[in-house]
């Protein structure tokens, strides 16, 4: 098995256990737990397949994908309440998926377009569509709201990756390299709370005010 065959499994099981864990704190039945595996695990994939036009997208292709978020989820429905912190457990959880799949992401763009842009967008989706969709759904607080480091992780780690790729490093050495990156930043910011600075603007106006210039009596 390939070393990027292996951050593939690894980061779709990640995925998976995040949207069962949510799934746990809703209280949810098998099904939900099954339905929010899969979404989580399965969301960055598809939504970078559709992008690189490979079709059909790699589930279809390798049900053995399927099989693990049906296997995660199945799993934790059974232990998930033996776990009292399952929240920080989740957010532990993703941040690794997280690493794994901005490498194997921007690995997977790279090979289908040659282009380290490419390669980079390819690789940020793949890390966090997913948990998005998680979130959304769980009618959690969006990872994209939240003031933490998460997206830029997923660049970081994506464009490491394609840089050392870039100098010819080894597929080893590359993407351990982006994995560090991006599980160094987002484990930095959840432990000791790293942000980017924040846009701080005047108040805004109300719409009505706005739309007309002028104060509204």
Do not use: Q
Request: with cysteine; hydrophobic share 50%; proline share 5%.
């Amino acid at each position: 098995m390939s070393l990027l065959m292996i951050l593939d499994y690894a980061g779709i099981a990640l995925f998976a256990a995040t949207g069962a864990l949510a799934a746990s704190r809703k209280e949810l039945d098998l099904i939900g737990f099954l339905f929010f595996a899969a979404v989580t695990g399965l969301g960055g994939g598809t939504l970078r397949d559709i992008i690189l036009d490979r079709m059909p997208v790699f589930w279809v292709l390798d049900p053995t994908y399927i099989l693990i978020c049906v296997i995660v989820g199945a799993f934790l429905f059974s232990t998930a309440h033996r776990v009292g912190w399952r929240y920080r457990l989740l957010i532990w959880l993703d941040a690794i998926g997280l690493a794994a799949y901005s490498v194997l992401g921007a690995a997977k763009g790279l090979a289908a377009t040659g282009s380290p842009t490419i390669a980079i967008v390819a690789g940020t989706l793949t890390a966090t569509f997913g948990g998005i969709l998680r979130d959304l759904l769980a009618n959690e607080p969006s990872v994209l709201l939240r003031p933490e480091i998460y997206i830029t992780a997923a660049l970081a780690g994506a464009g490491g990756f394609t840089a050392a790729d870039a100098f010819g490093l080894p597929l080893y050495a590359s993407s351990g390299l982006g994995v560090a990156i991006a599980f160094g930043l987002r484990g930095g910011a959840i432990h000791y709370g790293w942000t980017l600075p924040r846009y701080k603007p005047r108040p805004g106006r109300p719409p009505d005010e706005a739309i007309k210039g002028k104060k509204t009596k």
